[in-house]
Structures are given as C-alpha cells and as structure tokens.
C-alpha cells in the first residue's frame, strides 16, 4: 500500500495539527503530512510546522485581489503536494465553491458543534445561549454550503450549570483532537470513505455519523441522541 499522504490546513494555534503529529510518530495514524498551509503566516499551526521540518505556504488573503484568486494560489500549492486527503484543521477561512469541488471527496473539516446544530462561528456561546445540556464536535466532509457536508462523526459533550463559552471550549479540545485523529486514521486506513456523497465504515454506509466512545474508538449509533 502507497503512503498515504495528509495536506493540513489552519489558521490558529495547532493544537489539532499537533494532534495529527502525535499519533503519527506514535504509529496510529498510517499517514504522512506533505505540508502545511495557512491564511497566516505567523500563526502557530506554521510555527509548528517548520519546527517539524514540513513543508509551508502561507498566503495572505490581502496580498490577493479577492478571495477567488486567494484560494487559487494556496490551493495550486495543495495541489502540488499531491495529497490524499486535505485536513482542514482550524482553518478560518470560507472556501471558494470552486475550489471546494476541485477537491471533491478530498477534505474534511472539524468543526466545534453537533452539525447540523450550530454551523458557523461562536458555537460555544450559542449553545449556551440556547439553553443546550449537549454540546460536541463533529468532523465533516467539507461541500460548498458552509458546515453542511455529510458527518463521518462526532463526540459529544456535556453541558454543566456553570459553564462559559471558554470553559466548554478547554474542555472540548482535547475530544476534538481526539475525534479528528480517529476519523484521519479511519480514512487512511480504508476504513471510511465517501461515495456518492454518503459516507461508508467498514463497507457501509452510514445513516448516521459514528460516535466517538470513551476509548477514542468510533462506534456506530445504536439509537438516536
């Protein structure tokens, strides 16, 4: 089997791309990361990056005319790295529909909330401001409607009385990382796939996203939440 080769995308401090790194030199996850690219060239996800001997582009979108031409010469630098799969991985930015179908079945996003509750920015916040006992993280195949592609999976999490948007979202972190490098290792495995816009585990499909146990394992649903 060829290696399997990973391009991360981020914008923030690389918490989740450090995640990646960890279970990749400790053999759980069967992958390569062939770079690193980011709309910010001092974020930390880069800093990261270089410390790690990867390869990084970092493009300002000012340095662009609009957001099209932005993601045309980030994107052409992915694509020159030939990856299997793009993790976007706290990366900020909205991708251009173009782009996003260049891509098609290829990337994948984590993203803070239980999809489709909560698409979009401040999840923490809005969760509670909802009244919501639940909240979580779900990892998702990346379409042109933003936060809207099909869920391979999610972890979820409890919502305590005293809680703030800063203290779910400490305690959600490290389930994140968790899931995104779950699912990763599912994808380079062969273990998960899409087709035909529906994602497949184990040869089949889902109905609804895989679970996230305990154990950092993906469990499929035996009941609805």
Known sequence: MSEFKLAV????????????????????????????????PKCGAISIAREHGLHTVALKPRDYADRAAHDEALFSAVADVQPDLIVCAGYLRIISDATVRRFEDRMINLHPSLLPRHPGLDTHARVLAAGETEHGASVHAVIPALDAGPVLA????????????????????????????????????????????????????????????????????TAHA
């Open 9 to 40: 995308l981020a914008s923030g401090r690389g918490s989740n791309l450090q995640a990646l790194l960890r279970a990749i030199d400790a053999g759980q996850l069967p992958a390569r990361i062939v770079g690193v690219f980011s709309d910010k």
């Open 154 to 221: 999610q972890v979820r999490l409890d919502v305590g009385k005293g809680d703030t948007p800063e203290s779910l979202a400490e305690r959600l972190s490290p389930r994140e990382h968790a899931l995104l490098v779950a699912c990763t290792t599912a994808i380079a495995g062969g273990r998960a796939w899409l087709a035909g816009g529906r994602w497949l585990f184990d040869g089949q499909a889902l109905d609804q996203p895989l679970r996230l146990d305990n154990h950092d394992q993906l469990q499929r649903e």
